[in-house]
């Protein structure tokens, strides 16, 4: 029989991402000290060891879960599945009282039904355990404690342990969210691309949930990704070192620190203004984002340099004429009161954003759920874009 492919030392890692952030989660990794980086499609692949796994789940922004393989064989049939899973130490990994839950995902392959493909993977460790303890974990669909992944591709099945458990984009921050609330992995993203400085002001005139604004101070206070957020499936592991994990806490709790340019968070609903006040003081950042309840065009800003990043509505609970009108108003503000700074807004709607009628200066392909959307780039120059150009200083 073939040999299974096992990582005893663990020195190989999957991060999931969101498609079009794959590059800058790599630089997060790097910037961690991850080797041999390489992306791929929603997913960045790196060596490390145990406390980098840990630094991976606790800092990086744009990941929304850490996979740890641990066994990697051909599989052509179910019951070849149940075989090769079954030959994995399971009692070594993780203790019989442990809760767990089992996902699959399976593509151009014999084995073409992912439920099955996780109800066998389920069935081999459970008989394993009761084969060799006499008794067998539970599994457990909600609040599991051990996550385990089964992707199939083709012929090739890599077993691996999730060590984030609940995806990472669930930070902990948010106590109620309005409608269509953006993925927090998706704001920090789009907030690293956008290349803000943090030297002026951070404006989301729209901000709803206050999910991007929270994202902003996050970042610029170096408060960790999961600085609020309770608990890791790596936590239920049998190797889990806690006081390793409370080390590497400690040290990025003593990086956070002031930021001393406005971050403004605005929105005409009072209903979303309640619910962002309601989560950005669950944050603790009541005091450091200023929360106003008013229309784009009362929003002022501070400095007269900075970004402003917004999710505008784009045609899913307004006719398309409210839409146009929203789209115009959205660049008559921009062109009259904000000259001088960068405007990044993402839409899933690109024939409204025309209406915008400014010139975009980028455009990059994001997915806001299952949505493609583009996240657009306007330069509001002072003056002409010609004298900018002659005259980059002004």
Not at 14 to 24: R, V, W, Y
Not at 387 to 392: G, I
């Amino acid at each position: 029989m073939e040999n299974l492919k096992t990582f005893e030392k663990g020195a190989d890692f999957t991060a999931k991402t969101l498609a079009g952030l794959e590059n800058i989660l790599a630089g997060e990794l790097e910037a961690l000290g991850a080797a041999s980086v390489e992306t791929g499609n929603r997913v960045v692949f790196f060596r490390g060891d145990k406390t980098l796994m840990y630094k991976a789940n606790y800092l990086c922004r744009t990941a929304l879960r850490i996979l740890k393989p641990i066994g990697v064989f051909r599989v052509k049939s179910e019951q070849e599945l149940y075989e090769k899973v079954k030959r994995i130490d399971w009692p070594s990994l993780f203790d019989v009282n442990k809760t767990f839950v089992v996902s699959a995902s399976v593509f151009h392959s014999s084995l073409t039904n992912s439920l099955y493909a996780a109800l066998k993977t389920k069935d081999a460790i459970a008989d394993q355990f009761r084969e060799k303890l006499g008794k067998r974990p539970y599994v457990s669909k909600e609040n599991a404690q051990i996550h385990i992944d089964v992707h199939i591709s083709q012929e090739e099945c890599t077993i691996s342990l999730d060590s984030s458990g609940e995806s990472l984009h669930k930070r902990g921050y948010r106590v109620s969210v309005d409608k269509a609330p953006l993925n927090e992995v998706l704001a920090a993203g789009m907030i690293k691309l956008s290349g803000w400085k943090m030297d002026g002001d951070f404006i989301d005139p729209m901000c709803g949930s206050g999910t991007i604004p929270i994202e902003a101070a996050m970042l610029a206070m170096k408060i960790p990704a999961g600085y609020y957020r309770k608990n890791y499936s790596f936590e239920h592991w049998n190797d889990f070192e806690p006081v390793l994990f409370e080390k590497i806490k400690e040290e990025a709790s003593g990086e956070i620190c002031e930021y001393d340019h406005p971050i403004i968070a605005s929105d005409r609903s009072y209903k979303a203004f309640g619910i962002a006040r309601s989560n950005m003081r669950n944050a603790g950042l009541d005091k450091d984002i200023m929360l106003l309840n008013k229309p784009f065009e009362k929003v002022n800003p501070e400095s007269g340099k900075g970004v402003l990043i917004f999710n505008p509505p784009y045609g899913l609970r307004l006719e398309e004429d409210e839409l146009i009108e929203l789209y115009k108003h959205i660049g008559d503000v921009l062109k009259n009161h904000f000259q001088g700074y960068e405007a990044w807004i993402i839409t899933g709607n690109l024939e409204v954003a025309k209406f915008i009628g400014l010139r975009p200066s980028r455009k990059i392909i994001l997915y806001n759920g299952p949505l493609e959307s583009r996240f657009i780039k306007f330069e509001m120059y002072r003056g002409s874009k010609k004298a900018k150009k002659n005259n980059p200083s002004a």
